[in-house]
Structure formats: structure tokens, C-alpha cells
């Protein structure tokens, strides 16, 4: 039998459609959860290096290992990341 699967995305009203074909009603469960493992956003870094990382950027303005421990962060974590690195930048700027 032939399913739609409606994955929700962060935008308050879209949708990813994918029809799938399968054998049965679970089996369309199955391959919807298999579904949003892919595109479910990754663990990232746990809470204490997250919390350690931060409070070194915000001491030292740099980071130790600090690709590698980028590329562990979820996209929450590198957006927030980013928006904190921006924010020091302004305020260095405003204090020279």
C-alpha cells in the first residue's frame, strides 16, 4: 500500500511529504520514524563541555580545540556560538 508521511519542519506551517510504499499500517509507522531520524537535528556537544566551552570563549576569546568542538555542536549550538563571538566583537569595538 501506498503512504504520505508529513514530517513537520521549523517553520510553523510546512511540511515535508514523502510517500512510501508499505506493507502494512505499522510498517508506515516504522518508516516515519525512520524518517525523522534523518532529519532530526544531531545531539551536539553534552552540557557540561557546552557549558565549559562557553565560559572559556567568554574568558579567553578563543577557544581550545575549538574546530573540532564545532563541528560536534548541533545547529542551536553553533548559531548560539556564532551570536556570542559576534557580540564580543562588538563590544571590543565599542571599548577601543
Known amino acids: 500500500m501506498k503512504t504520505t508521511l508529513r514530517l513537520p519542519?521549523?517553520?510553523q506551517y510546512a511540511?515535508?511529504?514523502?510517500?512510501?510504499?508499505?506493507?502494512?499500517?505499522?510498517d508506515a509507522v516504522v518508516a516515519y520514524y525512520d524518517?525523522?531520524?534523518?532529519?532530526?537535528?544531531?545531539e551536539g556537544l553534552d552540557t557540561k563541555t557546552w557549558n565549559a566551552?562557553?565560559?572559556?570563549?567568554?574568558?579567553?576569546?578563543?577557544?581550545?580545540?575549538?574546530?573540532?568542538?564545532?563541528?560536534?555542536m548541533n545547529p542551536y549550538q553553533k548559531f548560539y556560538f556564532q551570536e556570542q563571538k559576534k557580540s564580543l566583537k562588538r563590544i571590543k569595538a565599542d571599548q577601543e
Open 9 to 11: 519542519t521549523q517553520d
Open 15 to 26: 511540511f515535508i511529504e514523502i510517500e512510501a510504499e508499505v506493507s502494512s499500517a505499522e
Open 35 to 42: 524518517a525523522m531520524k534523518l532529519i532530526k537535528p544531531q
Open 53 to 72: 566551552s562557553l565560559d572559556e570563549f567568554n574568558n579567553t576569546g578563543t577557544l581550545k580545540n575549538g574546530t573540532e568542538l564545532y563541528q560536534l
